[in-house]
C-alpha cells in the first residue's frame, strides 16, 4: 500500500507557509459624497463597489451623503462605484487614484432606477483572461427556470435526451454555482436548475480551457452559473410541473422552498419523476467466412426517481460561516431488452436459424451525497478567503437479471430446449474527501489561490451468474465475478493572477496529483497495482487593446481518469456468443490542450482549439474465444493518440428593433485518430461540421410572448472505433407566456424527426468484414410545463459551497 504521509507532509507545509509569510495587504480608504446635480447632499443614500460587472459590496451614506470603503488591494483598476438613491441611479464611475475624492451624482430627473443592475436587458458575450462571461437579458430570464434559459447561452448545448449540458465541441462539461463545483446527480442537478427562477442567475460563466485551479480531468470545461445574492430575510418557493410525450410519457414534479431569517438560511429541493428510457436496434454482422447475423433489439426500461436536497448555512460571523448540504436519490427500475438474431450460413437460404434473447431486469439505486464547509473570509470583501470541506458519497446498486436464449430453425420450430440464466450484481461504492483551499489578494493586482486536496475511494463489485440445469439455478463460477477496486488520490494546486494594466491580464498555475490504485478479479486471481504522479502547468494571457475587442490564448495540460462505471465488470449479451462488457484495467488519458480565442463587439467570437490526446480509449468490437468459440466483445480499449483541431464561431445578432436574436454557431473538427494496440492497427482522419442555431423571438414583451425556434445540425463524422453514416438534424418549437406569478411553456422537440436514428459503421476484425448498427432513439416529442412563483422573491440565496470529491464524482458519472 501507498504511503501519502511525507507527500501530505509537503503540500500542508507549503500551504502552511503561504499562510505565515503572505503580509497583510495595506487596505486603500475610498472616500467620497452623493449629491444632487445641484450639489445637495443626499443622506442615507446607497452606494454599490463592483468589480468589472460584479457587484462585490453595498454600504450606506450617513446623514450628509459621505461614504467610507476600505478597499484590501492596491490595484483598483476594473473597481467601479455607483449611487443609488430613492428611484434614482447615477452614471457609474471608474476608480482610478483612491487618493482623489469620489463625488457620485445623481440626476433627479432624468437618471430613473429601473433594476439594481450595472447591464442592460440586452445579452453579452464578454471575454475574460480565462473565460467568457454571458449577462441574460430581463426578457429571456422573466417567468423562465434556470434550465430554461440555459438552452439559449451561447456556446452551450443543452441536450434533452441526456439531460445534460455541455460546452458546444466539449465533451464532460462540469457545471459549478457561485465558482463551487455541483456534486449532485445530473437528473437533481436538472430538478434544481428547474426550481432555480432564471431571475435569480446574475451573470454565467464558461471556462473553456480550465486552469490549474480546477482538477485536472475538467477536460470538458466548466459552466460557472453565477447567482444574485439578496438581502432581505423571508421565504420563497415555487413549483413545476413538466409532461412529456413520445412514444411513452414522463412527467416530473419539483419544487423549492428557502428560508432564511438572520444568520440561518435553509433550502429544501424535493423532486419526483416517471421516466423512461426506449431505443431500438438493427445490428448487420458479415464473418470473413460468409456467414452473416442480422440482430434486431429492443431496450425499454421504467424508472421512477425520489430524492431530496437540504442544505443549510449559518453565518458565525460577517467574515465565518459554516454550511451543510446534502442529496439523495433512489431510483427504482425495470426493463425489458429483447433481441432476435438471424443466422445466414455460406449455403443456400435453408440453412438459415434463429435466436431470440429476452432479458428482464430489476434495478434499484441509492445515492447518498454530505458535505459540511467552514468558509473564512480574510478581509471585508470577502477577496481573500480559506475555505474546508469534507464530504462523502455512497452510491449502492443491486441488478438483477432474468435471461434466456431460444434457438428456433428454418422453419421455425425450437431447435434444443431454452437455455436460462440469472445473475445478481450489488455494486457498493463509498468515498471519503477533504479539501482546503487558501485565496489571497497581493499588492500590484495580483491574486494567489493554493489548495490540497485527498481523495479515498473503495468500490466492492461481487457479480453472480447462474445456470438454470435440471430445474435449479446452479452456480457459473467462470462468469462470476468478485471485483474490488481502491483508489487514493492526493492534489495540491497553486496558482498566480496578475492584473498588468487596463489592457493585459494573465494568469499562471501548477498543480501536482498523485494517484494509487489497485484493481482485482478475486474470483480469478487477477490484480493490478498502479501508482502516478503527474504535473498539471497551465497559462492563460488576455488583452483587450479597447472594449470592443478582447483577444485570449491559454495553454493546460490535463488528464481524463475513465468513469468508474466503466471499470465494473458484468455482461449484456446480444446473443450467446456476442456481449458488451466493461474493462476494469482502463488506463487514463493524458490531454494537452491550447485554445486562441478573440471576441468583437460582444457579438462576435472565434475559438480555435488545438488538443493532443496520448493513451486514448474508445468503444470496440473485438474478437475471443471461450471453451474454443469464437466469439465476439463489445468493450473499452485504450488504443492510442489523437490529434484534433476545433474551430467553433458565434454570431449573435439583434434585428427589428429587439424583436428578433439569433445566436449561430456552426463549429468545424479535424481530427487525426492512431491506433498502436488493435488487432488491426488503423489511422483515421475525421472532419466534421456541426452547426446550432437559436432563434429568439420577443412577441409581446408587455403581454409576456416569446418564442424560440432552434434548429441543429450534426454532421457524419468518424474515429478509430467507427464512423457515423448519416448527418441528423432537429427543429425546436417553444412558445411561453407569463401569468403574474405562472409562466406556461409549449414545446414541440425534433418536429420533424430528423434526430433520431443514428447509422454506425464499427471497425473491422479478422472475424468481421462489417458490423453496422442502426440505432433509434424516437426523440420526436411534445411537452408541457407549469411554473408558479410564490412567497418573498428578495430572499437572500443560500451560498453555494465547495466540495472535496470533484474527482470522483465526475467517474461516478454523476
Given at each position: ?682 489511422n483515421v482522419t475525421n472532419h466534421s ?65 430528423g434526430n433520431s436514428t443514428v447509422k454506425?459503421?464499427r471497425l473491422s476484425n479478422q472475424l ?47
Amino acid at each position: 500500500m501507498i504511503r501519502f504521509s511525507s507527500v501530505y507532509k509537503v503540500i500542508y507545509l507549503t500551504i502552511l507557509l503561504v499562510l505565515i509569510q503572505l503580509a497583510i495587504v495595506r487596505g486603500q480608504n475610498i472616500k467620497g459624497r452623493v449629491v444632487g446635480v445641484n450639489g445637495k447632499e443626499l443622506a442615507y443614500a446607497t452606494v454599490s463597489l463592483f468589480k468589472d460587472t460584479v457587484e462585490l459590496k453595498k454600504l450606506s451614506c450617513d446623514s450628509l451623503g459621505n461614504f467610507e470603503l476600505k478597499l484590501q488591494t492596491s490595484n483598483i483598476n476594473g473597481y467601479k462605484l455607483k449611487a443609488f438613491y430613492l428611484k434614482n441611479v447615477s452614471p457609474l464611475v471608474n476608480l482610478t487614484d483612491p487618493e482623489h475624492f469620489v463625488n457620485l451624482i445623481i440626476n433627479d430627473n432624468s437618471t430613473i432606477l429601473k433594476e439594481i443592475n450595472i447591464v442592460g436587458n440586452k445579452p453579452s458575450l464578454i471575454r475574460k483572461p480565462d473565460r467568457f462571461l454571458f449577462i441574460p437579458g430581463k426578457a429571456l430570464a422573466e417567468g423562465s427556470s434556470s434550465l430554461d434559459m440555459m438552452r439559449h447561452v451561447p456556446l452551450i448545448k443543452y441536450e434533452e435526451s441526456g439531460e445534460a449540458l455541455s460546452i458546444i465541441g466539449k465533451s464532460g462539461t462540469v457545471v459549478y454555482i457561485n465558482n463551487k463545483k455541483t456534486t449532485i446527480p445530473k437528473e437533481m442537478l436538472v430538478q434544481m436548475l428547474s426550481s432555480l427562477p432564471a431571475e435569480n442567475i446574475k451573470s454565467i460563466e464558461i471556462i473553456t480551457n480550465p486552469s490549474s485551479e480546477y482538477a485536472a480531468n475538467t477536460t470538458g470545461g466548466i459552466i460557472n452559473i453565477n447567482i444574485k445574492r439578496q438581502l432581505n430575510d423571508g421565504w420563497l418557493g415555487n413549483l413545476a410541473f413538466i409532461s412529456q410525450q413520445s412514444n411513452y410519457n414522463k412527467s416530473f414534479l419539483n419544487g423549492s422552498v428557502n428560508y432564511r431569517k438572520n444568520k440561518l438560511s435553509i433550502n429544501v429541493i424535493p423532486s419526483f419523476s416517471n421516466d423512461y428510457s426506449f431505443h431500438t436496434d438493427v445490428n448487420m454482422l458479415n464473418y470473413t467466412d460468409g456467414r452473416e447475423q442480422k440482430i434486431d433489439s429492443r431496450y425499454f426500461r421504467r424508472y421512477t426517481v425520489l430524492g431530496g436536497g437540504l442544505n443549510v448555512d449559518y453565518d458565525l460571523t460577517k467574515n465565518d460561516y459554516i454550511s451543510f448540504n446534502g442529496w439523495r436519490s433512489n431510483v427504482y427500475g425495470k426493463s425489458d431488452q429483447s433481441s432476435n438474431t438471424a443466422f445466414s450460413m455460406a449455403g443456400p437460404p435453408t440453412s438459415n436459424t434463429q435466436q431470440n434473447t429476452l432479458i428482464k431486469s430489476d434495478d434499484f439505486y441509492i445515492y447518498n451525497f454530505g458535505n459540511l464547509n467552514y468558509h473564512h473570509a480574510l478581509d471585508t470583501l470577502g477577496v481573500s478567503s480559506l475555505d474546508f470541506n469534507i464530504d462523502y458519497n455512497q452510491f449502492f446498486q443491486r441488478k438483477k437479471d432474468d435471461g434466456n436464449f431460444t434457438d428456433l430453425d428454418y422453419a421455425g420450430n425450437v431447435s434444443r430446449p431454452t437455455v436460462r440464466y440469472k445473475s445478481n450484481l450489488p455494486q457498493d461504492l463509498f468515498n471519503m474527501s477533504e479539501k482546503v483551499e487558501y485565496i489571497r489578494s497581493l499588492n500590484k493586482g495580483m491574486r494567489l489561490k493554493a489548495g490540497a486536496q485527498f481523495s479515498n475511494t473503495h468500490v466492492n463489485n461481487d457479480l453472480h451468474y447462474y445456470n438454470y440445469v435440471d430445474q435449479n439455478y446452479i452456480p457459473d463460477n467462470t462468469l462470476s465475478n468478485d471485483y474490488y477496486y481502491s483508489e487514493k488520490y492526493l492534489g495540491g494546486f497553486v496558482s498566480l493572477e496578475r492584473t498588468l494594466n487596463s489592457k493585459w491580464s494573465t494568469n499562471i498555475g501548477l498543480r501536482a496529483e498523485r494517484t494509487s490504485y489497485s484493481t482485482e478479479v478475486r474470483n480469478l486471481g487477477i490484480a493490478k497495482d498502479s501508482t502516478y504522479t503527474n504535473l498539471f502547468p497551465s497559462l492563460s494571457v488576455g488583452f483587450t487593446p479597447d472594449q470592443q475587442n478582447q483577444f485570449g490564448l491559454s495553454i493546460s495540460r490535463k488528464i481524463n481518469r475513465p468513469n468508474i462505471e466503466l471499470l465494473f465488470p458484468g455482461r449484456t449479451y446480444y446473443n450467446e456468443n456476442y456481449y458488451a462488457e466493461n474493462n476494469p484495467f482502463l488506463q487514463p488519458v493524458l490531454i494537452y490542450n491550447t485554445e486562441l480565442t478573440y471576441t468583437s463587439h460582444g457579438k462576435y467570437t472565434f475559438l480555435l482549439n488545438y488538443y493532443n490526446a496520448r493513451n486514448n480509449y474508445a468503444n470496440f468490437t473485438v474478437p475471443v474465444t471461450e471453451n474454443g468459440i469464437s466469439k465476439l466483445k463489445s468493450t473499452y480499449i485504450n488504443y492510442g493518440h489523437v490529434n484534433a483541431f476545433d474551430l467553433v464561431i458565434v454570431v449573435n445578432q439583434i434585428f427589428f428593433d429587439g424583436f428578433w436574436e439569433t445566436n449561430f454557431t456552426p463549429s468545424f473538427n479535424l481530427s487525426y485518430y492512431k491506433g498502436a494496440n488493435l488487432s488491426v492497427p488503423t489511422n483515421v482522419t475525421n472532419h466534421s461540421l456541426n452547426i446550432f442555431l437559436d432563434n429568439t423571438l420577443y412577441i409581446s414583451k408587455t403581454k409576456k410572448w416569446t418564442a424560440f425556434v432552434t434548429f441543429k445540425y450534426t454532421g457524419a463524422s468518424k474515429d478509430l472505433s467507427g464512423e457515423t453514416l448519416n448527418a441528423r438534424s432537429s427543429l425546436n418549437l417553444e412558445v411561453k407566456k407569463v401569468v403574474q406569478k405562472f409562466s406556461f411553456y409549449l414545446i414541440l422537440g425534433d418536429i420533424y424527426n430528423g434526430n433520431s436514428t443514428v447509422k454506425t459503421a464499427r471497425l473491422s476484425n479478422q472475424l468481421l468484414t462489417r458490423n453496422q448498427i442502426e440505432s433509434n432513439n424516437y426523440n420526436r416529442s411534445v411537452a408541457l410545463k407549469i411554473r408558479y412563483n410564490f412567497g418573498n422573491n428578495q430572499l437572500k440565496t443560500n451560498k453555494q459551497r465547495g466540495i472535496g470529491n470533484e474527482e470522483v464524482k465526475r467517474r461516478v458519472g454523476f
